[in-house]
Nanobody, 118 residues
Framework: QVQLVESGGGLVQPGGSLRLSCLPS????????MGWYRQAPGKERELVAS?????????AYADSVKGRFTISRDNAKNTVYLLMNSLKPEDTAVYYC??????????WGKGTVVTVSS
């Protein structure tokens, strides 16, 4: 069973930065889409950012993070990153990594907590 492992979460002051990383417990192949989701207390899980390799590299960001967050991937390492700048208290959530293959397989991580507070 492949597990995705997220890291890089923590407590940061408003305006600060964090970089999240996610990699699988073992190599997986034919990964198309890598993404980050988040779930704040009392709210539904939402897509934060995704990066896919269909016909080139395609990016998608939630409106609330555009211009502040940057997603990137290292295909050789099956790793996806999320650089979060200018963090706000409303960014506080559990952040989850997801990877989806061309054959419809989807893998999730258990999440890493990001808390933005002074």
């Amino acid at each position: 069973q492949v597990q995705l492992v997220e890291s890089g979460g923590g407590l940061v002051q408003p305006g600060g930065s964090l970089r999240l990383s996610c990699l699988p417990s073992r190599s997986i192949f034919n990964i198309n889409v890598m993404g980050w989701y988040r779930q704040a207390p009392g709210k539904e899980r939402e897509l934060v950012a995704s990066i896919s390799s269909d016909g080139g590299t395609n990016y998608a960001y939630a409106d609330s993070v555009k211009g502040r967050f940057t997603i990137s991937r290292d295909n050789a390492k099956n790793t996806v990153y999320l650089l979060m700048n200018s963090l706000k208290p409303e960014d506080t959530a559990v952040y989850y990594c997801k990877m989806s293959s061309y054959y419809g397989m989807a893998y999730w991580g258990k999440g890493t907590v990001v808390t933005v507070s002074s």
